[in-house]
């Protein structure tokens, strides 16, 4: 395959249950699509070592690897054309076999280029040589290991993520030892997955040797999310224009970001006359037409360096027929608007869809360039439905989830969380799969709903007045469904003699650390006024870890403004001692007793590890 993203993708269509494994039956096949063709004698010889039938993807990729490197099979491989350049991390020589892995270059050079334009102002990174990273070699490897850069990128990202003051920085001789630098990388782990990055399968020792095709899939998730962060009707309300006229704004809130940002490309070609139709970012942006005439569309008339006409440029398309040289034209032109970011030439001649959304999404932050279109309510989503969709996400929910509601309603991401949340629950064969047919296909999607609620019945949920039709509808109810799953899943980390912690085994254990560490605080119940100070967090965490705490930092909270900086402090130090904290800083100065609740059972989770080790 072209890369590990290619090749999850081949993964993900015979993953037909959506369990991150497929079965030794579809082995052969899914080899065949990835370019191997095996014989079914060996095809079988390779699945008797899997008796329960299941291959996961890691266990996939090894096969591939190993398929691909025997000459026996030499004759059987089918050749596959390659459209980029590729380079081969090996990893150390104590990895096994396996652990080669390709990456893209240019997408490693488009991320150098981001991550040094939006960073270039940072006086820490600035200070100690971080930044600017150089495009050669595995620069971006070595930038990333202690952990800094990918916490600023977060917080370039999603805004407020990470409290800084908590980063452990290099000495006056440059130096940080590994203990710091592992510190670093769990809390920008633990950072990534409260945005919504699904993060299986890669840890902090990854990102310390710069394993090139994790670090890339994880900058490429984080960079994502910002990117896609404001195509919102919040942020743009002119995006209301890009409806039909019978649909929705549910449905816009439901479309993927790749979909909206089509139909903003289609819309700002119609406005200046050009009938070309954008369905997708890599066959159709090829020969750079669609891209000239957007950048004359979105250029406002008082652009600091100068307006970018339609006439010379229908000029010069007619002119220039090389595809190089037209991709280049438009880069110069992108250049004007201080959007050229993501993409150099062959990348638009070639199609990389990863890099061109990029592009576009960058462009359409910068200039939406939008026609007014009147006052009219704005769905704006909530503080509880951001943290459940980023919660959902995390865990792989596939497609991703953008609007709860909308996106909920064939029952298929509920299903996949609740086999997630509780391994072998799910009996595949009662789940109905796309693509579902306009007759009968709403009812297949309700049985679907229906069966998600009875899965909710067996794990014991409280699901009063709510069925199938509602999850289907998109009501609201939807929200506590997922409420409840979430807390499932996160009590589960706490289960003792099979039975999961009840809350008020959660405070008294809280409380008898507190007391145990000679610390004052403690609480009474997830409602207690006293923990909108976060002064009880802040006093468990470091009683789980002695010492962590840098109790200047923390204020007497006599303000919201200090409430504000406790609270970030609180749960960036509890994602760094390894809490995967998804409630926000409003969540604790607020005392949202469910969001709370949530915090203090990550760091029991936390604290039982480490009275294990």
């Known amino acids: 395959m072209d890369s590990v993203e290619e090749c999850k993708e081949v993964f993900e269509r015979f993953d037909t249950s959506s369990k991150g494994s497929i079965t030794t039956n579809s082995l052969g096949d899914a080899l065949a699509a990835c370019g191997a063709k095996v014989p079914g004698f060996k095809v079988r010889d390779i699945c008797d070592s899997y008796k329960d039938g299941a291959i996961s993807f890691d266990e996939f990729c090894k096969i591939l690897n190993q398929v691909k490197s025997k000459n026996t099979f030499k004759e059987t491989i089918k050749p596959i054309e390659l459209k980029k350049k590729v380079n081969v991390n090996k990893g150390s020589e104590k ?20 991550i040094n334009f939006r960073l270039s102002k940072d006086e820490l990174l600035l200070k100690h040589g971080n930044i600017p990273i150089a495009e050669d070699g595995t ?7 202690d952990g800094i850069i990918l916490n600023k990128l977060v917080n370039d990202s999603v805004e407020d993520t990470v409290d800084e003051r908590a980063l452990n920085l290099p000495n006056d001789a440059g130096k940080l030892s590994i203990f710091k630098i592992q510190e670093n990388q769990t809390l920008a782990l633990n950072s990534c997955v409260a945005i919504g990055c699904n ?18 899939g994880l900058l490429w998730q984080v960079i994502r999310i910002g990117l896609m962060a404001k195509i919102t009707l919040k942020d743009c309300p002119g995006l209301r224009a890009l409806l039909d006229e019978f649909e929705t704004l549910e449905q816009l809130l439901a479309m993927s970001p790749e979909e909206i940002l089509c139909r903003w490309v289609n819309y700002q070609l119609n ?5 070309r139709v954008v369905k997708n970012f890599t066959h159709d942006i090829k020969d750079s037409e669609v891209y000239a005439h957007l950048l004359v569309a979105v250029c406002p008339d008082d652009n600091a360096k100068g307006p970018i006409g339609l006439e010379p440029l229908n000029i010069a398309l007619t002119q220039v027929q090389d595809l190089t040289k037209r991709a280049e034209m438009v880069l ?7 959007a050229r970011s993501f993409v150099r030439a062959h990348d638009i001649v070639n199609g990389n869809q990863k890099l061109n959304l990029a592009f576009v999404a960058n462009l359409f932050n910068m200039y939406p360039a939008m026609d007014d279109v009147g006052d009219f309510e704005i ?10 969709r980023n919660w959902m996400n995390s865990l792989g929910a596939t497609p991703r989830v953008k609007y709860i509601y ?17 391994n072998g629950c799910v009996n595949w064969k009662k789940v109905n799969t796309p693509p579902f047919k306009a007759l009968g296909g709403a009812m297949k999607q309700i049985e679907n709903c229906n069966y998600a609620i009875d899965l909710g019945h067996n794990l014991g949920f409280v699901l009063v007045g709510i069925d199938g039709k509602n999850l289907h509808d998109g009501d609201k109810l939807t929200l506590g469904l997922v409420w409840q799953m979430m807390r499932h899943y996160t009590l589960a980390m706490l289960t003792h003699d099979g039975k999961i912690m009840k809350d008020n085994e959660i405070i008294k254990w809280c409380n008898n650390k ?10 009474k119940s997830f409602k207690d006024s006293s923990l909108g100070t976060s002064r009880p967090i802040v006093d468990l965490i470091d009683a789980i870890s002695p010492g962590y705490i840098n109790y200047d930092l923390v204020t007497s909270a006599e303000t919201d403004d200090d409430k504000f900086l406790n609270a970030r402090y609180a749960i960036t130090m509890a994602r760094k001692i390894g809490a995967r904290i998804f409630a926000l800083p409003e969540d604790i100065t607020e005392v949202n007793p469910k969001m709370i609740m949530t915090v203090f059972a990550c760091l029991m989770s936390v604290g039982f590890a480490k009275d294990r080790k």
């Open 514 to 523: 507190l007391e145990s560490a000679g610390k004052t605080t403690n609480f």
């Open 271 to 275: 406005k200046v006359g050009c009938k």
């Open 379 to 388: 769905i704006e989503e909530t503080r509880e439905e951001k943290t459940m």
């Open 332 to 338: 110069d032109n992108a250049e004007m608007l201080d």
């Open 139 to 145: 620069a971006l490897f070595a930038a990333l290991r």
């Open 406 to 422: 909308e996106d909920l309603k064939d029952g298929l991401a509920i299903i996949q969380l609740f086999d997630k949340i509780q």
């Open 199 to 216: 993060v299986v399968n890669i840890g902090a020792q990854d990102l310390i040797e710069g394993k090139a095709h994790l670090c890339l």
């Open 95 to 114: 990895s096994s076999e396996w652990t080669t892995h390709s990456y893209a270059e240019e997408e490693k050079l488009a991320f150098v280029d981001w």
